[in-house]
């Protein structure tokens, strides 16, 4: 069965940090794109952050560029999110998603990702 499985998830205040894991199973990721995306309370699904297949090329979504940082580590098949300064607007579920077989490009649409998820749930109190 291949799936992602998200944690790191909680409670935190306002200026905080956190840091999410992704586990990934069933397939080697290696050769994947690996991307986290948030999706707050009535609101459509958004991009976070996408790592190349070794981490080297990353890209963010202007919300949180400087405060989130996103890398992987291939020998544990694990993708990782960064997040300080935490704000109240951050408050949101935030999935793992990966795109098979691509390497580059770090598509910021939804769409383009096959694998994904159950999400884990990050609130921000202020």
């Known amino acids: 069965q291949v799936q992602l499985v998200e944690s790191g998830g909680g409670l935190v205040q306002a200026g905080g940090s956190l840091r999410l894991s992704c586990a990934a199973s069933?397939?080697?990721?290696?050769?994947?794109?690996m991307g986290w995306f948030r999706q707050g309370p009535g609101k459509e699904r958004e991009f976070v952050a996408v790592?190349?297949?070794?981490?080297?090329?990353?890209k963010y979504a202007d919300s949180v560029k400087g405060r989130f940082t996103i890398s992987r580590d291939n020998a544990k098949n694990t993708v990782y999110l960064q997040m300080n300064s935490l704000k109240a607007e951050d408050t949101a579920v935030y999935y793992c998603a990966s795109d098979l077989d691509a390497c580059y490009g770090g598509s910021r649409d939804p769409s383009k990702y096959e694998i994904w998820g159950q999400g884990t749930q990050v609130t921000v109190s202020s």
């Open positions: 069933g397939r080697t990721f290696s050769g994947d794109l």
């Open positions: 790592a190349s297949c070794a981490g080297g090329m990353t």
